[in-house]
């Protein structure tokens, strides 16, 4: 689900950096349901047609359960995507393990960000994801936050920022 304040810091960040931030949701991270892929595909059509956004140069990002919406997209829809951001999140683990995914995105890059003390996703768990992704040959880019948990998207904004600035550039 998107929370009014991930909103804030994500428009404060394409106001900054000059960036379209499109943020669909399914429910309270019901991704498990197929109609959910369904629905991020439409609004990135209808996003590319009113705002004039360049397909060719859209990242694909998911918080938390958006993780797992994330990843389930970047199995099936990869050549819509330039990339992968995931903060504090859930990972399909039957998505990353499908050959679609592999051949869609080895060589690509994600970026994961997490926090250490993280306590309804644990660090070991993102790790073991992380690995599982560079095993089949994508380009995952990690950084952990030692001392955050869940919610270091709103206590370290700035610093989570301006890891997604860099590696967008």
């Keep these: 689900g998107n929370f009014k304040t991930y909103l804030w810091v994500w428009a ?13 949701s399914y429910g309270f991270g019901n991704w498990d349901r197929e109609l959910g892929v369904t629905a991020v595909q439409a609004t990135l ?7 004039n956004i360049d397909p060719n140069r859209v990242i694909l990002a998911g918080l938390s359960n958006g993780g797992f919406g994330a990843t389930r997209v970047a199995e099936q829809f990869p050549d819509a995507y330039q990339g992968v951001i995931l903060l504090s999140p859930g990972i399909d683990g039957q998505s990353i393990d499908n050959q679609a995914y592999a051949e869609g995105w ?3 890059s994600h970026l994961i960000i997490t926090g250490e003390q993280d306590k309804r996703i644990p660090v070991g768990y993102v790790n ?3 690995q599982q992704l560079q ?15 869940h919610f270091l998207f709103y206590s370290q904004p700035d610093d989570v920022m301006h890891l997604i600035a860099e590696w967008l550039e």
């Design 12 to 24: 404060q960040f394409a106001e900054e950096h000059g960036y379209i931030i499109v943020a669909p």
């Design 45 to 51: 059509a209808d996003a590319v047609q009113k705002a």
């Design 106 to 108: 080895n060589g690509r």
């Design 128 to 130: 073991g994801r992380s």
């Design 135 to 149: 095993n089949i040959g994508v380009d995952v880019t990690l950084h952990t936050f030692p001392k955050e948990d």
